[in-house]
């Protein structure tokens, strides 16, 4: 399954997240942005071959709201999150190696405190306008 995206999937999104065991992998992109456009088929490779991930992609421009206080420099940006919060919040290259070794040493990577959380508001349908 491609990656999901909140304007038209996020009741299937909210009901991967209510799983605890399942790792939400978000990618926060621009339409604008050509690294982006390159990526999407990549992140949605990786969402096809993790099933037991919930891949969300999100378009910051179209949820600006909800994302005000993010100040993204980078795309893509990618958040690793489980139910303890965020494990990697940052830039990547459109790779699919970095993001296969995000996931398999993700659960070692210390939690970030100070990073953004969007795991609640998905699991609640909060970037649906």
Avoid at 86 to 92: I, K, L, M, N, Y
Avoid at 110 to 124: G, H, I, N, Q, T
Wanted: glycine content about 2%; proline content about 8%.
């Amino acid at each position: 399954m491609p990656a999901l995206i909140p304007e038209t999937q996020s009741p299937e999104i909210a009901k991967h997240l209510n799983d605890q065991e399942v790792l939400c992998v978000v990618c926060l992109c621009a339409a604008w942005c050509s690294a982006c456009t390159r990526y999407r088929a990549v992140f949605d490779a990786l969402a096809d071959a993790h099933p037991n991930a919930c891949f969300v992609w999100i378009d910051i421009e179209v949820h600006a709201d909800a994302l005000e206080e993010l100040d993204i420099d980078n795309f893509p940006t990618l958040l690793l999150e489980d139910t303890k919060g965020p494990r990697f919040f940052g830039p990547v290259l459109p790779y699919p190696l970095v993001v296969e070794q995000l996931l398999l040493h993700g659960k070692d990577l210390p939690y970030l405190s100070d990073a953004f959380s969007l795991r609640e508001k998905l699991c609640v349908q909060a970037l649906c306008i």
